[in-house]
């Protein structure tokens, strides 16, 4: 290939990768240029900047929401740590032990996660009915940590087993106890995968709507995308609050992502390059 | 390790910890505050989600809070749960039945909060408190009125024939008129006034649409989407009819029912190749085809939005929207409102027209009902007769500038094109006796008022339909008829055998015989006042 169409080559190439980009951005772009307008100046020009700006909406959006914010990343949080540590306990068992019904209970287990999540929604609002957990943060928590169990136990058993068998001998022969070797061997080297499973659980928490919606019935205890839904007015949407809090909103997941992004893609690659 | 890669390797995590503890803080702190102890604590739930609405029941409840301390020398917190209209069943439904609904709930949306069988089981019937006057009205005219009467509408929106007892208290009242936008107005046609004529509104269109394709401008003379076209329906559909239900109407309540229609069709007094139908939907057409291009997909915001723009001169809607609209023009433009107007002038239509549909038997709307299960039932109703004095209901609705549901309440002056027209004819014409005619007529009404179907075709699809399922749904509706009689006969003599039996007190006899009688007296009142409303049509008109 001449040096003239490689360029072309790349060219094509950027071309296609700026527009993907576009896509990508021009919604992220309007909903902040949106966030500054008044009703009014959104009538006359929905998506080009207007004058004057008005920052007064972020500090509605802010009001609105930031009750909301504390309570989502708190559930999240709780539920991303109830997720994981059993989740880590499960994949080391069926990694590296044998026990009768094994196979059973692994296919078992993966069988579940084909169970669409909303079918739960009446059993478990029943269940925690009962249990007089309606209405509680920690029973959410608690919830989505037992919806992202199968998941996470799937992943983390294959990544187990690819764990060379050695270093867990060697382990055993200085008296390691199965929880030393998850503490001494399995969290060091998983560090990467165990990372992009908290985010994708965290993502999972933040993002649900159903569930808090018809388990939380306190509004001081409501999570961010029912708190969201306060600023869609049935009549008339006041736009410029609406975008800014969903801007607001956005920005703890944009803080997790730039701290994190190394430890998510590492993951996510993690064994695309066995040899 | 330097300080550099130190920073780097620990700045993430310090940061994300650092996030969750003023995360746990700030929801400590929150819950300290509303599950502080000895705190009595009401939530009150709906799906009014403007601002306007949230700050104007926000001063009210404060000033209830603030009396309430001054009066009992205990806290009362009293929370408000705004939630959108997208999760407000899902919301009611699994709040009610898991038993952790708020205390006081907007009626609507929900079944739950609707259906007489759910109704009765999960919200409290407010008979015995209507009739005693309501104690925020001393030192008023309407000390010593029973709190029903209070209200312009006598509560008669609140009263569950079925049930025969009252269960919601209305804050508001809303009636459907057209907005115009003055300015587009008058540089379109050079009119400075709204139509005052059937006539006048369609040479208004004509003009304006002779104006967009002079200037080359995409302008409507008329912004609506489908829900938007019901005031059109109802202003000019109902009105065509109203000679047919005067010489139909057996029972002579003012309304054709189910019965009544099929036996008029029966002994063959009209037809839908009848004039009056036939005329009434050419009407609808000549109107409806005054709408913008594409109405039919156009979603509610669309159209509101596209009025605000000033892409069209008029638009339908209730005065539910009046703050909205009027802050959306701000000053770009002035906003005028009138009531559409009938086809007297009409040389066709004026035959069957006589006049507009009456608007005084329009309901409260915003109706609150009280949780069955609240822990607080007399706080809740001392709650709902505070914020209903003349005063406070003015000051509310003034706020939000809707029209103000209690007698004596004073309403905006903006709203003034809003006041329900008291004169006008009354009664509605349901020819629904079946499933399948129901079904064919929510269906291709659409394609009637889009013009797809002339009012001829439409009228031979209802024709075939009700020819051939209209005596099985009129035996159908017999039966179900008799049941309900059947239940009403029963439930009436259980409240008089109570009334007759229960002799622990005289006062309980006395009282249960009150309301035996007033159980009779409000039956009489509703069938007289309310009677065949066309099913899920009125909703439309007089609630947002």
Redesign the interface.
């Given at each position: 290939m001449s040096s003239k169409q490689a360029k072309r080559a790349e060219i094509g190439k950027h071309t296609l990768v700026v527009l993907v980009l576009l896509f990508a951005f021009i919604p992220l772009l309007i909903t902040f240029v949106i966030s500054f307008k008044s009703?009014?100046q959104f009538?006359?020009a929905p998506l080009t900047p207007t004058f004057p700006l008005h920052f007064e909406n972020w500090a509605?959006g802010w009001e609105t929401i930031?009750?909301y914010?504390?309570?989502s990343?708190?559930i999240s949080?709780l539920a991303v740590v109830l997720t994981l540590v059993p989740a880590l306990l499960s994949a080391f068992v069926f990694a590296r032990f044998r026990f009768p019904g094994k196979t059973v209970l692994w296919y078992a287990l993966l069988g579940l996660l084909f169970m669409p999540g909303i079918m739960n929604l009446v059993p478990l609002?029943t269940l925690?009915?009962d249990l007089n957990m309606?209405?509680s943060?920690l029973a959410l928590s608690t919830l989505y940590a037992v919806g992202g169990q199968v998941f996470c136990v799937f992943v983390l058993r294959n990544f187990i087993e690819d764990m060379p068998q050695d270093l867990f001998e060697a382990a055993q022969v200085d008296g390691a106890s199965p929880l030393q070797q998850i503490w001494s061997l399995v969290i060091p080297m998983s560090g990467s995968i165990l990372g992009t499973l908290a985010i994708l659980r965290f993502l999972a928490s933040w993002n649900s709507?159903?569930m808090p919606?018809?388990m939380l019935?306190?509004?001081?205890k409501q999570v961010i995308p029912?708190g969201l839904?306060?600023?869609?007015?049935?009549?008339?949407?006041?736009w410029g609050?609406m975008m800014a809090s969903f801007s607001i909103a956005a920005i703890?997941l944009v803080?997790?992502f730039l701290?994190?992004m190394r430890l998510f893609v590492k993951g996510l690659t993690a064994g695309a390059v066995k040899g | 390790m330097t300080l550099r890669k130190a920073i780097g390797k620990y700045?993430?995590?310090a940061?994300?910890v650092a996030?969750?503890l003023?995360?746990?803080v700030?929801?400590l702190l929150?819950?300290a505050?509303?599950e502080a102890p000895g705190v009595e604590t009401i939530?009150i739930c709906h799906?009014?989600?403007?601002?306007g609405f949230r700050d104007a029941l926000d001063v009210l409840i404060e000033e209830y809070e603030e009396l309430y301390h001054a009066r009992t020398g205990k806290r009362i917190k009293i929370?408000?749960?705004?939630?959108?209209?997208?999760?407000y069943r899902?919301?009611v439904n699994?709040?009610l039945?898991?038993?952790?609904?708020?205390d006081i709930i907007e009626q609507g949306k929900a079944k739950t909060t609707e259906e007489d069988g759910y109704i009765v089981r999960f919200y409290l019937p407010l008979g015995q408190y209507i009739n005693e006057p309501n104690p925020y009205n001393d030192q008023t005219p309407h000390e010593g009125v029973p709190w029903k009467d209070t209200f312009v509408d006598g509560l008669s929106g609140s009263y569950h024939r079925g049930l025969r007892e009252y269960y919601q208290i209305p804050f508001s009242l809303f009636t459907v008129r057209v907005y115009y936008n003055r300015d587009l107005l008058e540089r379109a046609t050079g009119r400075t006034t709204p139509p005052k004529t059937y006539g006048e509104l369609l040479d208004i269109c004509r003009e304006v649409r002779e104006y967009a394709a002079r200037e080359g401008i995409a302008l409507a003379p008329i912004a609506a989407s489908k829900q938007q076209a019901y005031p059109f329906v109802t202003a000019y559909e109902d009105p065509f009819l109203f000679p047919l239900i005067r010489r139909l109407d057996l029972d002579l309540n003012g309304s054709i029912d189910p019965f009544e229609a099929y036996q008029g069709y029966a002994q063959g007094a009209w037809s839908f190749h009848s004039p009056e139908f036939l005329t009434a939907w050419q009407c609808l057409q000549e109107v409806t085809g005054q709408l913008q291009d594409g109405w039919l997909a156009a979603q509610r915001?669309d159209a509101?939005?596209m009025f605000?723009?000033?892409r069209a001169v008029m638009h339908a809607t209730g005065s539910?929207?009046a703050?909205?609209?009027f802050?959306?023009?701000?000053n770009?433009f002035r906003i005028g409102v009138f009531d559409l107007p009938m086809p007297g002038d009409h040389p066709i239509y004026s035959r069957f027209v006589k006049g507009p549909a009456t608007e005084a038997n329009t309901r409260g709307g915003i109706p609150w009902v009280i949780n069955l299960r609240t822990r607080h039932p007399e706080l809740c109703i001392d709650f709902l007769r505070f914020c209903t004095t003349a005063a406070n209901n003015a000051r509310f609705n003034r706020s939000i500038t809707w029209i103000p549901v209690v007698r004596g309440a004073a309403m905006a002056p903006e709203l003034a094109a809003f006041k329900p027209r008291i004169r006008g004819f009354y009664g509605s014409f349901n020819y629904r006796i079946s499933s399948a005619i129901r079904l064919i007529g929510a269906g291709e009404k659409w394609q009637l008022y889009s013009g797809d179907l002339s009012p001829r075709e439409y009228a031979d699809k209802l024709m075939e339909v009700y020819e051939r399922t209209a005596a099985e749904g009129y035996l159908d509706e017999m039966a179900q008829q008799r049941m309900h009689y059947r239940d009403l006969q029963r439930s009436l003599a259980a409240l008089q055998a109570a009334a007759c039996v229960d002799a622990l007190t005289q006062d309980a006899a006395e009282r249960k015989g009150l309301q035996f009688l007033q159980s009779l007296q409000d039956q009489a009142l509703y069938t007289a006042s309310n009677a065949g409303r066309f099913p899920g049509k009125s909703e439309t008109n007089t609630t947002?």
């Amino acid at each position: 290939m001449s040096s003239k169409q490689a360029k072309r080559a790349e060219i094509g190439k950027h071309t296609l990768v700026v527009l993907v980009l576009l896509f990508a951005f021009i919604p992220l772009l309007i909903t902040f240029v949106i966030s500054f307008k008044s009703n009014q100046q959104f009538a006359v020009a929905p998506l080009t900047p207007t004058f004057p700006l008005h920052f007064e909406n972020w500090a509605i959006g802010w009001e609105t929401i930031s009750g909301y914010i504390a309570n989502s990343i708190v559930i999240s949080v709780l539920a991303v740590v109830l997720t994981l540590v059993p989740a880590l306990l499960s994949a080391f068992v069926f990694a590296r032990f044998r026990f009768p019904g094994k196979t059973v209970l692994w296919y078992a287990l993966l069988g579940l996660l084909f169970m669409p999540g909303i079918m739960n929604l009446v059993p478990l609002f029943t269940l925690l009915r009962d249990l007089n957990m309606l209405n509680s943060m920690l029973a959410l928590s608690t919830l989505y940590a037992v919806g992202g169990q199968v998941f996470c136990v799937f992943v983390l058993r294959n990544f187990i087993e690819d764990m060379p068998q050695d270093l867990f001998e060697a382990a055993q022969v200085d008296g390691a106890s199965p929880l030393q070797q998850i503490w001494s061997l399995v969290i060091p080297m998983s560090g990467s995968i165990l990372g992009t499973l908290a985010i994708l659980r965290f993502l999972a928490s933040w993002n649900s709507f159903v569930m808090p919606l018809v388990m939380l019935s306190s509004q001081y205890k409501q999570v961010i995308p029912v708190g969201l839904m306060r600023l869609d007015g049935e009549y008339i949407k006041l736009w410029g609050p609406m975008m800014a809090s969903f801007s607001i909103a956005a920005i703890p997941l944009v803080i997790i992502f730039l701290f994190t992004m190394r430890l998510f893609v590492k993951g996510l690659t993690a064994g695309a390059v066995k040899g | 390790m330097t300080l550099r890669k130190a920073i780097g390797k620990y700045m993430g995590p310090a940061v994300l910890v650092a996030t969750m503890l003023a995360a746990s803080v700030q929801v400590l702190l929150v819950h300290a505050r509303y599950e502080a102890p000895g705190v009595e604590t009401i939530s009150i739930c709906h799906w009014q989600l403007e601002s306007g609405f949230r700050d104007a029941l926000d001063v009210l409840i404060e000033e209830y809070e603030e009396l309430y301390h001054a009066r009992t020398g205990k806290r009362i917190k009293i929370i408000q749960v705004p939630i959108g209209e997208r999760g407000y069943r899902q919301f009611v439904n699994t709040g009610l039945i898991g038993g952790m609904a708020p205390d006081i709930i907007e009626q609507g949306k929900a079944k739950t909060t609707e259906e007489d069988g759910y109704i009765v089981r999960f919200y409290l019937p407010l008979g015995q408190y209507i009739n005693e006057p309501n104690p925020y009205n001393d030192q008023t005219p309407h000390e010593g009125v029973p709190w029903k009467d209070t209200f312009v509408d006598g509560l008669s929106g609140s009263y569950h024939r079925g049930l025969r007892e009252y269960y919601q208290i209305p804050f508001s009242l809303f009636t459907v008129r057209v907005y115009y936008n003055r300015d587009l107005l008058e540089r379109a046609t050079g009119r400075t006034t709204p139509p005052k004529t059937y006539g006048e509104l369609l040479d208004i269109c004509r003009e304006v649409r002779e104006y967009a394709a002079r200037e080359g401008i995409a302008l409507a003379p008329i912004a609506a989407s489908k829900q938007q076209a019901y005031p059109f329906v109802t202003a000019y559909e109902d009105p065509f009819l109203f000679p047919l239900i005067r010489r139909l109407d057996l029972d002579l309540n003012g309304s054709i029912d189910p019965f009544e229609a099929y036996q008029g069709y029966a002994q063959g007094a009209w037809s839908f190749h009848s004039p009056e139908f036939l005329t009434a939907w050419q009407c609808l057409q000549e109107v409806t085809g005054q709408l913008q291009d594409g109405w039919l997909a156009a979603q509610r915001d669309d159209a509101v939005f596209m009025f605000a723009q000033g892409r069209a001169v008029m638009h339908a809607t209730g005065s539910w929207d009046a703050k909205g609209l009027f802050d959306q023009a701000g000053n770009r433009f002035r906003i005028g409102v009138f009531d559409l107007p009938m086809p007297g002038d009409h040389p066709i239509y004026s035959r069957f027209v006589k006049g507009p549909a009456t608007e005084a038997n329009t309901r409260g709307g915003i109706p609150w009902v009280i949780n069955l299960r609240t822990r607080h039932p007399e706080l809740c109703i001392d709650f709902l007769r505070f914020c209903t004095t003349a005063a406070n209901n003015a000051r509310f609705n003034r706020s939000i500038t809707w029209i103000p549901v209690v007698r004596g309440a004073a309403m905006a002056p903006e709203l003034a094109a809003f006041k329900p027209r008291i004169r006008g004819f009354y009664g509605s014409f349901n020819y629904r006796i079946s499933s399948a005619i129901r079904l064919i007529g929510a269906g291709e009404k659409w394609q009637l008022y889009s013009g797809d179907l002339s009012p001829r075709e439409y009228a031979d699809k209802l024709m075939e339909v009700y020819e051939r399922t209209a005596a099985e749904g009129y035996l159908d509706e017999m039966a179900q008829q008799r049941m309900h009689y059947r239940d009403l006969q029963r439930s009436l003599a259980a409240l008089q055998a109570a009334a007759c039996v229960d002799a622990l007190t005289q006062d309980a006899a006395e009282r249960k015989g009150l309301q035996f009688l007033q159980s009779l007296q409000d039956q009489a009142l509703y069938t007289a006042s309310n009677a065949g409303r066309f099913p899920g049509k009125s909703e439309t008109n007089t609630t947002p």
